[in-house]
């Protein structure tokens, strides 16, 4: 048995990694690996993927919320549980090509550029309201799913850091640091990788509303439930105009930008140290954020 089937059989062997459900209007969307603290492995953004299409094509749902089971709401991209199946084909979902035998710096960027970049950015633009509901940690990949949501409502424990700086990597995949918080907060954000607490991420106009852990799907629902009273059309234009608005002030290209340094690092990290994440695995990662401060 090679590697790649290794890890085949045991990403099998995890079922319902993302839940789907309609009440009322809102479709939840449950990422549900909660004892790998809901890392994305390929397969839960090909899921996710898959169940936010669904959502738009279902004129019964009206608003879209995005949760995560357990502890946390996202300990970020799959870097080290069984299921991580980095080097297996997903059934791709727009004119791309396979990254899972292809050498160098095009497996990665192929990869990223579909399962992070491009589908974030779909996401982002979906023609329907999306609510993030965030609990505990909400690691680098984790933003990226938090930020493509409108709307973020976080409890009070609940904590945001991009500590991939650390590999000398500037940056999550889906750049939107700049966007999310103003510029000299978002390069301390980087430089320092700290854990920015929910009363400070709402202070900065990153988080929408506080809330706790007893009460955090009660005021997700409520906020659901009122924009679900508004019509389809005027939402879905509305969204479109704001986001409009930010792809004009240069959040898509600059995306772009950014994303190519982004694969500039992995390419620079996989010469100098032979690993894309320059050595770091989810442990050696795990055990460096011990090191944050929480501001
Ligand atoms: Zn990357």
Same mark, same amino acid.
């Given at each position: 048995m090679t590697d790649n089937q290794k890890t085949k059989t045991k990403t099998k062997t *995890?079922? @319902?990694i993302v839940l789907y459900s309609v009440a009322k209007g809102v479709a939840t969307i449950t990422m549900n690996r909660p004892k790998y603290n809901?890392?994305?492995n390929g397969r839960m953004t090909y899921e996710l993927d898959a169940a936010f299409q669904r959502a738009v094509a279902d @004129? *019964?749902?009206k608003v879209i919320v995005l949760k995560g089971n357990g502890k946390h709401f996202s300990a970020g991209h799959?870097? +080290?549980?069984? +299921?991580?199946?980095?080097n297996e084909s997903q059934d791709r979902v727009t004119l791309w090509y396979d990254h899972a035998n292809k050498d160098g710096g095009e497996f990665l960027y192929v990869r990223e550029a579909e399962a992070y970049l491009g589908m974030c950015r779909r996401w982002r633009d979906i023609p329907k309201p999306t609510i993030a509901a965030v609990q505990g940690a909400c690691i680098a990949g984790g933003l990226m799913l938090a930020w493509v949501c409108d709307l973020i409502v976080a409890t009070d424990d609940a904590f945001f850091s991009d500590p991939v700086v650390r590999m000398g990597?500037?940056?999550? *995949?889906?750049?939107a640091h700049p966007f999310e918080l103003p510029p000299r907060i978002a390069k301390e954000f980087l430089f320092l990788g700290d854990r920015m607490s929910a009363q400070r991420a709402e202070r900065m106009g990153m988080v929408n509303r506080l809330s706790t852990r007893e009460t955090l799907d009660a005021d997700v629902d409520a906020i659901a439930a009122k924009i679900g009273t508004m019509p389809r059309l005027g939402l879905a234009l509305t969204k479109q105009a704001i986001n409009n608005i930010e792809d004009l002030r240069g959040k898509r290209t600059g995306m772009d930008a950014a994303f190519a340094w982004h694969h500039f690092a992995h390419g620079h990290n996989e010469l100098v140290s032979g690993d894309k994440l320059g050595g770091f695995d989810a442990k050696k990662m795990a055990e460096e954020n011990k090191n944050q401060d929480k501001t």
């Open positions: *995890e079922v @319902d809901n890392a994305q @004129d *019964e749902v799959d870097i +080290g549980t069984p +299921g991580r199946d980095i990597i500037p940056g999550v *995949e889906y750049f």
